[in-house]
């Protein structure tokens, strides 16, 4: 009879777990001292008190969090205390819901239950026992198992020929998986060996045939027994001798001699006792409670990589089970125990198996999810089975949205080989693919929106509807939608394009290029992309394809060769605050200085009024524009040109834009950099520039902002994502109206609310001309513009925005390039 401090797996049929309640708290107990004094009973009434009040405050917390570990393993002890068997099973098999529980707490919960088991529901606790192995493999849980199936089931300890072979069965699946337990596994053979014995028992001593089988069988298990390098091998060996002395077999039992054993079985106890020594220290590594987690996690590798050198599969996985019970929540250690089983096994339950448990252990471990769907179809799985496990990963929550994308192409990848595969007998309709597609898209879309990765999965998406659903338009109308979304994405053009040209369809490739040629990309994205064009009417077109190509791309080629000349010749703008200060002190000067401006002619106050005019932005900001001189020559272009060619050498001003196709930004943070303004409308495209508005005292930025774009298509498109979240909050992006700019202009003579005051509300002495002046112009108090589109203002023309009389209401004010037109004429 074998017996053990932790569990006795032996004749436990004639002890029937006396005094149950003593040993299970959630059993309720009769007060053997209902006697005692009343200071006794009022010291259990605050106890339990105080546990109630600590079972409400935990069942708060689990309510406001459902995966505190913790608050859960504390809430089912206090229940246990109070004997709250409803409770209890309730906390338990929603923590299991939750959480892969520990063998402990398995032990604990399946002994609670057999303690108030009957003999109607022992396949109840036998489900307990299975669920808990089926989360860590232990040895105590185990030996329990065996031991509550030995007295709780009536076949099992009345030795029927169902019950004995249901046991031969459980032993031989706990030998693999805790009797290579080098210091524990002892009690798995013992308890096998110890049942065999009690079958012997059994049988009639008239039927000595039945009875020579069973003695062998109980031999056998002895060699096996002593063939593994466990612990305290040589007192197995003893117990072995005498037990064939007990058949009539003297085998020397007072020594370690092995001369009387058979040959076979002493050279594999001679190798186990080998290998244990080489285990011994390792063993004791592990062990030794003075280490740190670290260091013991440490210990358990370098026991791994020992085993894994010995070329035996079956202890590696016995050494793997035993280190992520110690380190459950352990991604790496499931990573490389499951990428082992990957290599050694192929195929089979093992793995799938090893896959179930570290997916519950570590549900936020998207590669371990993507490894288990593999496993699945090399496991020839079901369809139904793989899409229950995809369906499983896409609630967990993981650390990035790449992660997701790896699982849904991973879906699509076995989905794909599955369908084209005559292995299986299933039959798959491609709309699960474009099912999954759309899933992904539509999920991953708001959050990698721009990047290769969604390109890729969309590229993949469209090539299948081509491949493998015979769906043109179908492959067309993914990359329509992707490029609604990623419009900014130069490289989504172009597989686009390649798409039609693979297919032949020039056609459909050239009006691809006519969609998006006048988009601006990232870097040399645009000139790339016009140059394509042109490529591509060389190689695909005839001769009036490739002028209309040129018609339409060169002008877009030198517009982007001279934004790029201006942006490279542009200097380095100063600090807001540096360029206000400079700003205060030149007024200061010019005041200081009045007495000077007034003796200066007429004609360079006017000169320098018209240059200052073309400098200054209302929000502060300042624009390079070109002098007046370039502006006359820019003009003296249009109707001269001879005169043309003596200014070539002077820089010819890029086509600029109107306020018509700006757009207005408000509630933005103020965390937002031009830069991420960009990104923002990458997916529109034909952002031209971007103004950010600060406030004038601070310099910090009034969350407010401009944005040129290069059309009005552009624009429109910019406009729709109104009320999208932009750093956290939903942005308002409305056309810029020009009709309202008046209202922007401010000059001297305006009042606070910055409505011009009525002429004749303006003394006299400040109508008095000085050389033609007011005296707001001769102070320099000149109109700021509004806007990009500004230019410098002839001297025989008022400022644009000076404000006169007001016009009649059905006159309606005339725009930028309305007043370049009218002076142009002139």
């Not at 459902?66 to 409803?86: C, G, S």
């Not at 009797?179 to 059994?202: D, K, S």
């Not at 519950?360 to 020839?380: I, K, Q």
Request: hydrophobic share 30%; aromatic share 8%; glycine share 6%.
């Amino acid at each position: 009879m074998m017996m053990d401090d932790d569990t006795e797996l032996v004749n436990i049929s004639d002890q029937k777990m006396e005094d149950a309640s003593t040993e299970n708290p959630a059993v309720p107990q009769a007060d053997p001292h209902s006697s005692d004094d009343s200071a006794g009973s009022d010291s259990d009434s605050e106890d339990e008190a105080e546990s109630n009040q600590q079972i409400e405050t935990l069942e708060s917390e689990l309510s406001a969090n459902p995966y505190n570990y913790d608050a859960y393993v504390q809430y089912i002890t206090l229940l246990r205390k109070t004997a709250n068997l409803e409770k209890l099973r309730q906390a338990r098999e929603a923590m299991s819901a939750t959480f892969p529980l520990s063998p402990s707490l398995w032990l604990e919960w399946a002994r609670d239950e057999a303690s108030l088991a009957s003999s109607g529901n022992v396949s109840e606790i036998v489900m307990l026992y299975e669920r808990g192995l089926s989360d860590y493999q232990s040895v105590s849980l185990w030996c329990d198992y065996l031991n509550f199936m030995l007295e709780s089931d009536p076949s099992v300890h009345g030795y029927t020929s169902d019950g004995i072979s249901k046991m031969r069965s459980l032993f031989e699946r706990a030998i693999p998986a805790a009797g290579f337990h080098v210091t524990e596994g002892n009690r798995i053979w013992e308890g096998y060996r110890e049942f065999e014995q009690g079958v012997l028992a059994t049988i009639d001593e008239a039927d000595v045939e039945e009875k020579n089988k069973q003695i062998q069988r109980i031999r056998s298990i002895f060699h096996r027994h002593l063939s593994v390098p466990l612990k305290n091998l040589s007192s197995t060996l003893i117990t072995y001798k005498a037990w064939e002395l007990e058949q009539g077999n003297d085998l020397d039992i007072g020594s370690d001699d092995l001369s009387k054993v058979s040959q076979q079985v002493a050279a594999a106890n001679k190798k186990a006792q080998q290998m244990y020594s080489e285990r011994a220290h390792l063993e004791e590594h592990i062990s030794n409670k003075d280490l740190s987690d670290t260091e013991k996690f440490q210990e358990f590798m370098n026991y791994i990589k020992f085993e894994k050198t010995s070329g035996d599969p079956t202890r590696v996985q016995a050494i793997y089970d035993r280190a992520v019970a110690e380190y459950p929540v352990s991604s790496d250690l499931w990573i490389d125990y499951t990428v082992y089983l990957d290599k050694t096994l192929k195929v089979g339950k093992a793995i799938t198996h090893a896959y179930s448990r570290a997916t519950r252990s570590c549900p936020w471990t998207g590669d371990l999810w993507v490894r288990y769907l593999l496993a699945l179809e090399r496991g020839s799985a079901s369809e139904k089975e793989i899409y229950a496990v995809f369906e499983k990963s896409l609630q967990c929550t993981f650390s990035s949205f790449e992660e997701y994308l790896d699982l849904y192409l991973t879906r699509v990848d076995g989905l794909r080989r599955r369908m084209s595969s005559t292995r299986i007998s299933e039959t798959l309709d491609y709309s699960l693919i474009r099912e999954t597609f759309q899933q992904a898209s539509d999920y991953l879309m708001p959050h990698m929106q721009n990047t290769d990765s969604l390109l890729h999965l969309h590229a993949y998406w469209a090539n299948l509807e081509l491949n493998n659903g015979k769906d043109l338009a179908g492959a067309r109308g993914v990359w329509d939608r992707f490029l609604k979304k990623s419009g900014g994405m130069l490289a989504a053009w172009n597989a686009y394009i390649d798409m039609e040209v693979h297919l032949g369809n020039i056609k459909e490739a050239r009006s691809i290029y006519r969609r998006c040629y006048t988009r601006k990309f990232d870097g040399t994205g645009s000139e790339d992309l016009c140059k394509g064009w042109l490529r591509f009417e060389r190689e695909h077109g005839n001769l009036e394809d490739f002028d209309l190509a040129v018609q339409k791309v060169m002008p877009r080629l030198e517009e982007l060769q001279l934004i790029r000349l201006q942006q490279e010749s542009t200097p380095v703008k100063p600090p807001a605050g540096l360029k206000e200060h400079n700003s205060q002190k030149s007024t200061r000067e010019k005041r200081k200085a009045g007495q000077n401006v007034e003796e200066e002619s007429l004609a360079k106050r006017q000169k320098r009024k018209v240059q200052k005019v073309n400098e200054v932005d209302v929000e502060g900001q300042s624009a390079t524009v070109s002098s007046t001189k370039n502006i006359k020559a820019e003009n003296g272009k249009a109707a001269d040109s001879n005169k043309e060619e003596t200014e070539d050498a002077k820089p010819v001003k890029p086509k600029v834009y109107t306020d018509e196709c700006t757009a207005f930004l408000s509630n933005l943070s103020v965390k937002v950099q031009e830069e991420d303004i960009r990104k923002f409308f990458s997916d529109v495209g034909g952002v031209d520039s971007i103004r950010i508005l600060h406030h004038k005292d601070t310099g910090k930025p009034r969350g407010l902002a401009y944005v040129d774009f290069v059309n009005d298509e552009h624009l429109a498109a910019a406009i729709a994502k109104n009320r999208k979240m932009f750093f956290g909050k939903k942005i308002s992006i409305a056309r810029s109206n020009p009709k309202k700019g008046k209202k922007e202009f401010t000059r001297r003579g305006n009042d606070g609310s910055g409505n011009s005051k009525d002429p004749s509300q303006i003394p006299e002495k400040a109508k008095a001309p000085l050389g033609g002046e007011t005296v707001g112009e001769k102070q320099g108090h000149e109109v700021q513009v509004k806007g990009k589109n500004t230019f410098a203002v002839p001297r025989n023309v008022k400022p644009l925005g000076y404000i006169t009389p007001k016009p009649s209401a059905d006159e309606p004010p005339k725009s930028n390039d309305e007043f370049r037109n009218m002076f142009l004429k002139k």
